[in-house]
């Protein structure tokens, strides 16, 4: 069993420091998106070593900056038709303290990106056009990454962000959230992670719909049902939801919206469970229901699934008086079926 702890040495984004509800909510509304850069390095002769192997000399100045991803989603759908501007299609983030680190170190008189590893095609693409947007210099840029590919738990989203980031804070330029949103929406749908905060989000839009505060301390006890799906491909064929299933997931959302504000996790809870098995029959789960059993028999809070990815969790109250208890109890139900389940914690209020 591997625990994905919310202190860990890639940063301090996840060491528990709080930021109130009325920051996020000035943070998630500015007009202009202020890059948060931390100063992690990467190995130094990992990184002199490609430099060296690409013949270039980078300029001095370089940039970190980090972007965390989230488990799945707490809800994702359709909301009735006109009910909200441009694509009716939404998801609300569960953000959890697992990072994506972009390092960029610009050489002057190019335009074009290199990028290591170089499979992360998704992130030179926005690099390129980003710099050419900034009207600066190309350059190397490092991915590190702690979220697995192709599992939903936003990895492709928090590289092209950490490499916004890095890329802005390198020049030290201020950016439109907008223009951001812009470049990720040609590229594929988003999961909302340049937002500090949990947030309602319309992923094929690139679009903010709102902010709903922070999430509470939570466990996710998360299992892997194998294989990969590649975000893309998977809005193309998921279909329609009936107007009926349109009018719950508004339902769920507003309920959403006074769950989080209040740190309400029982409430929390069942919007997740709600929002699996509304989803099930798009893309189905193999252990939905054993998970469910397994959330009944340990009075666990419930289940939360990525809704376009292969993970599959059962939600803990992290502040709960038996709460080593209950997890105890999750991993010894879990585990028949999966030997190595993860423990993923919540951000809870930091950026």
Same mark, same amino acid.
């Given at each position: !069993?591997?625990?994905? @702890?919310?202190?860990?040495?890639?940063? +301090?984004?996840?060491?528990?420091?709080? !930021?109130?509800?009325?920051? =996020?909510?000035?943070? *998630?509304?500015?007009?202009?998106? %202020?890059?948060?850069?931390?100063?992690?390095?990467?190995?130094?002769?990992?990184?002199?070593? &490609?430099?060296?192997?690409?013949?270039?000399?980078?300029?001095?100045?370089?940039?970190?900056?980090?972007?965390?991803?989230?488990?799945?989603?707490?809800?994702?759908?359709?909301? +009735?038709?006109?009910?909200?501007?441009?694509?009716?299609?939404?998801?609300?983030?569960?953000?959890?303290?697992?990072?994506?680190?972009?390092?960029?170190?610009?050489?002057?008189?190019?335009?074009?990106?290199?990028?290591?590893?170089?499979?992360?095609?998704? /992130?030179?693409? =926005?690099?390129? @056009?980003?710099? &050419? /947007?900034?009207?600066?210099?190309?350059?190397?840029? $490092?991915?590190?990454?702690?979220?697995?590919?192709?599992?939903? =738990?936003?990895?492709?989203?928090?590289?092209?962000?950490?490499?916004?980031?890095?890329?802005?804070?390198?020049?030290?330029?201020?950016?439109?959230?907008?223009?951001?949103?812009?470049?990720? *929406?040609?590229?594929?749908?988003?999961?909302?992670?340049?937002?500090?905060?949990?947030?309602?989000?319309?992923?094929?839009?690139?679009?903010?719909?709102?902010?709903?505060?922070?999430?509470?301390?939570?466990?996710?006890?998360?299992?892997?049902?194998?294989?990969?799906?590649?975000?893309?491909?998977?809005?193309?064929?998921?279909?329609?939801?009936?107007? %009926?299933?349109?009018?719950?997931?508004?339902?769920?959302?507003?309920?959403?919206?006074?769950? &989080?504000?209040?740190?309400?996790?029982?409430?929390?809870?069942?919007? *997740?469970? /709600?929002?699996?098995?509304?989803?099930?029959?798009?893309?189905?789960?193999?252990? $939905?229901? %054993?998970?469910?059993?397994?959330?009944?028999?340990?009075?666990?809070?419930?289940?939360?699934? *990525?809704?376009?990815?292969?993970?599959?969790?059962?939600?803990?109250?992290?502040?709960?008086?038996?709460?080593?208890?209950?997890?105890?109890?999750?991993?010894?139900?879990?585990?028949?079926?999966?030997?190595?389940?993860?423990?993923? =914690?919540?951000?809870?209020?930091?950026?």
């Amino acid at each position: !069993m591997a625990v994905q @702890n919310s202190i860990h040495p890639i940063g +301090p984004l996840g060491s528990g420091a709080s !930021m109130s509800t009325r920051e =996020l909510l000035e943070a *998630a509304a500015d007009e202009v998106w %202020s890059p948060y850069v931390y100063h992690q390095t990467f190995d130094g002769s990992d990184a002199t070593q &490609i430099i060296a192997e690409d013949a270039q000399q980078p300029r001095v100045h370089s940039s970190d900056a980090l972007c965390c991803g989230t488990f799945g989603e707490l809800l994702q759908g359709q909301l +009735p038709v006109g009910s909200v501007p441009r694509d009716p299609h939404f998801l609300v983030t569960m953000p959890i303290a697992l990072f994506a680190r972009a390092h960029f170190m610009p050489i002057a008189g190019t335009r074009s990106v290199t990028v290591y590893p170089s499979h992360k095609v998704k /992130a030179k693409r =926005l690099a390129e @056009n980003f710099v &050419i /947007a900034l009207g600066v210099s190309g350059g190397i840029l $490092l991915l590190q990454s702690e979220l697995p590919e192709g599992k939903g =738990l936003a990895s492709s989203s928090a590289d092209l962000v950490a490499t916004a980031r890095s890329i802005a804070g390198c020049f030290k330029r201020r950016v439109p959230t907008s223009l951001i949103e812009k470049l990720m *929406a040609e590229i594929e749908p988003s999961d909302g992670v340049m937002y500090p905060g949990v947030v309602a989000y319309q992923q094929r839009a690139c679009s903010l719909l709102s902010f709903l505060g922070q999430m509470p301390p939570l466990a996710i006890v998360g299992i892997d049902e194998g294989g990969t799906v590649e975000t893309v491909d998977y809005d193309q064929r998921r279909g329609e939801n009936s107007a %009926s299933q349109r009018a719950e997931y508004h339902e769920l959302l507003d309920r959403a919206r006074i769950a &989080i504000s209040q740190g309400d996790t029982a409430t929390i809870g069942r919007i *997740a469970t /709600a929002s699996a098995l509304l989803h099930q029959e798009r893309a189905p789960k193999e252990h $939905l229901n %054993s998970m469910l059993k397994v959330s009944e028999a340990t009075d666990a809070l419930g289940v939360i699934v *990525a809704h376009s990815g292969t993970m599959i969790g059962i939600l803990l109250d992290r502040m709960a008086a038996d709460f080593s208890q209950k997890l105890r109890s999750v991993l010894s139900y879990v585990s028949p079926f999966d030997n190595s389940p993860r423990i993923y =914690l919540t951000m809870t209020g930091c950026r």
